[in-house]
C-alpha cells in the first residue's frame, strides 16, 4: 500500500511516499506474523521516501512541484486494465509509470524525536 502526504516548510514543499508492506497491515489487524515471509522482503519495516524540497518562489520548482502532483493525482485516479479489457497492440498499464517523476525519492533518515533539540530555534512573536 503506498500513501502520499506533502510536507512544507515556509515556502518550501516535499512530497513524501509511505509504503506498508500487506503483510504487515495484516499483522497490525490479526496480530500474528505471516507464516512463510520472503527472506528477500522486508515486511516488517514501512519505508517512507521523500521528493527534493520545491521552493514555491522558483518558477521551475513551482512546474516541478505541479507535474509531480498531477502525476500523483492521475496515478491514484487510473483505471486498472487486464488482457481482456484492454485494445489489442495497447501497453499494459504497469506502476512504474511515475518514476520519471519521483526518481529523486530517497530513504528519508532516521526522523528527529520531538523532544530533542534543534541546531536552530525559532520564535514567533
Excluded at 500474528?32 to 518558477?59: A, G
Aim: hydrophobic share 30%; net charge positive; aromatic share 12%.
Amino acid at each position: 500500500m503506498q500513501v502520499f502526504m506533502l510536507s512544507s516548510l515556509y515556502h518550501h514543499v516535499s512530497i513524501l511516499r509511505l509504503e506498508v508492506h500487506p503483510d504487515y497491515i495484516n499483522f497490525l489487524e490479526t496480530g500474528k506474523p505471516p507464516l512463510y515471509p520472503d527472506p528477500s522482503e522486508r515486511w516488517f519495516s514501512p519505508t517512507v521516501l521523500r521528493s527534493k524540497w520545491y521552493d514555491l518562489l522558483d518558477p521551475q520548482d513551482r512546474g516541478e512541484l505541479l507535474r509531480g502532483l498531477w502525476g500523483i493525482l492521475s496515478y491514484s485516479m487510473r483505471t486498472e486494465t487486464t488482457s481482456a479489457d484492454r485494445r489489442p497492440g495497447a501497453p499494459m498499464r504497469q506502476h512504474s509509470e511515475m518514476s520519471h517523476f519521483f526518481g529523486g525519492f530517497k530513504k528519508k533518515q532516521q526522523a528527529q524525536k520531538p523532544w530533542e533539540p534543534t541546531s536552530r530555534s525559532h520564535s514567533i512573536s
